[in-house]
C-alpha cells in the first residue's frame, strides 16, 4: 500500500526558508502516471493547493506562491522536497504530501504542522 | 484561475437525513472534480473522483453529479461517521482549486 511521511522543521522563525522532504513508499515517484506535490491547511481554514512536480522535469506552482517556492526530486531515492522562501506568519500550517494525477489527489500524507513564529 | 464556490459553508443535519453539498465552478471543468472529506486531525480521503465514480472502500450512500460548472455531493442517509468536513476540488487546469469546505454537523 502506498504511503507518504512528510518530515521537516515543526518552528520557524520569519524570515526562513521552509524545507520539507516526503518519502514515498511502496511506489514510485518516477512513475510515468502520477504528479506529486504539496497542499496546506493554515489552522482552522481551508485547503490550499501549493504546486505539483512531475518527475520529468515539468512543475506548476500556485500563482500566489509562486516566486517563493519551489518542489523538486529529494537528495534520496523516492523522496520529493517543498522549498518556501522568506516565510510570514500566514505560512503557519499543515503541510501535506500528495500524489496527484487524471483523478485528483488520490493519496495523502498524514500531514506535519509547521509553526512560524519568532 | 478557476474559483470553486461551494455551498453551504456548514449545514446541521440528523443520522438518516439526506444532506447534498454544492460546487460552482467559475468557468466549465469537464468532470474533472473529486470530493474529498476531512475528520479533525486526519488527512483528507477522497470519496468521489470523476464528478461521480465512487472511490473504493466509500460507502455506497456517497454519490456525485454534474459536470461543466455545477456539481453535487449527495449522501442519501447520514450516519454517524459521516459527521466532518467536505471538500471539492478542481484538477482540470493548473492552479488547481478547493472549494471553501462544508461543515456537516450533528443536529
Known amino acids: 500500500q502506498l504511503q507518504l511521511q512528510e518530515s521537516g522543521p515543526g518552528l520557524l522563525k520569519p524570515s526562513e526558508t521552509l524545507s520539507l522532504t516526503c518519502t514515498v513508499s511502496?511506489?514510485?515517484?518516477?512513475?510515468?502516471?502520477?504528479?506529486w506535490g504539496w497542499i496546506r491547511q493554515p489552522p482552522g481554514k481551508g485547503l490550499e493547493w501549493i504546486g505539483s512536480f512531475y518527475y520529468s522535469g515539468s512543475s506548476y506552482y500556485s500563482p500566489s506562491l509562486k516566486s517563493r517556492v519551489s518542489i523538486s526530486v529529494g537528495t534520496s531515492k523516492n523522496q520529493f522536497s517543498l522549498n518556501l522562501t522568506f516565510v510570514t506568519a500566514a505560512d503557519t500550517a499543515v503541510y501535506y504530501c500528495?500524489?496527484?494525477?487524471?483523478?485528483?489527489?488520490?493519496?495523502w500524507g498524514q500531514g506535519i504542522l509547521v509553526t512560524v513564529s519568532a | 484561475d478557476i474559483q470553486m464556490t461551494q455551498s453551504p459553508s456548514s449545514l446541521s443535519a440528523s443520522a438518516g437525513d439526506r444532506v447534498a453539498i454544492t460546487c460552482r465552478a467559475s468557468?466549465?471543468?469537464?468532470?474533472?472534480l473529486g470530493w474529498y472529506q476531512q475528520k479533525p486531525g486526519q488527512a483528507p480521503k477522497r470519496v468521489i473522483y470523476?464528478?461521480?465514480s465512487l472511490q473504493s472502500g466509500i460507502p455506497s450512500r456517497f454519490s456525485g453529479s454534474g459536470s461543466g460548472t455545477e456539481f453535487t455531493l449527495t449522501i442519501s442517509s447520514l450516519q454517524p461517521e459521516d459527521f466532518a468536513t467536505y471538500y471539492c476540488l478542481q484538477h482540470n487546469s493548473y492552479p488547481w482549486t478547493f472549494g471553501q469546505g462544508t461543515k456537516v454537523e450533528i443536529k
Open positions: 511502496a511506489g514510485s515517484i518516477s512513475s510515468s502516471t502520477y504528479y
Open positions: 468557468q466549465g471543468i469537464g468532470n474533472d
Open positions: 500528495a500524489r496527484q494525477g487524471l483523478r485528483g489527489v488520490g493519496f
Open positions: 470523476a464528478a461521480s
